[in-house]
């Protein structure tokens, strides 16, 4: 099993910027990739960055050139660094932890880009 928590969503304004961690804990030794999703109201939840156990990053379209994944893997923390966010960023955010057998999601914590 593994446990995922978030932390760094709120309220920001158009053009402003976030940092997203998210601390893994439980049977790291398990996990080959971690990223971000978002799943805004009435819309499917969608991939954001993803990143591999050999550092290689992976974006959506979307948000190319703005946002930034990371990793420490001596503290089992994965970070999303977000600047220019739109209103269009606004979503619940969940970080996610994939074993090659199943995914694992924590909480969501909810990113708001005022216009």
């Known amino acids: 099993q593994v446990q995922l928590v978030e932390s760094g969503g709120g309220l920001v304004q158009t053009g402003g910027s976030l940092r997203l961690s998210c601390a893994a804990s439980?049977?790291?030794?398990?996990?080959?990739?971690m990223g971000w999703y978002r799943q805004a109201p009435g819309k499917q939840r969608e991939l954001v960055a993803t990143i591999s156990n050999g550092g290689r990053r992976n974006y959506a379209d979307s948000v190319k050139g703005r946002c930034t994944i990371s990793r420490d893997n001596a503290v089992n923390l994965v970070q999303l660094q977000m600047n220019s966010l739109k209103p269009e960023d606004t979503a619940v955010y969940y970080c996610?932890?994939?074993?090659?057998?199943?995914?694992?999601w924590g909480q969501g914590t909810q990113v708001t880009v005022s216009s």
């Open positions: 996610n932890a994939d074993t090659g057998s199943r995914y694992y």
């Open positions: 439980g049977s790291i030794f398990s996990i080959n990739a």
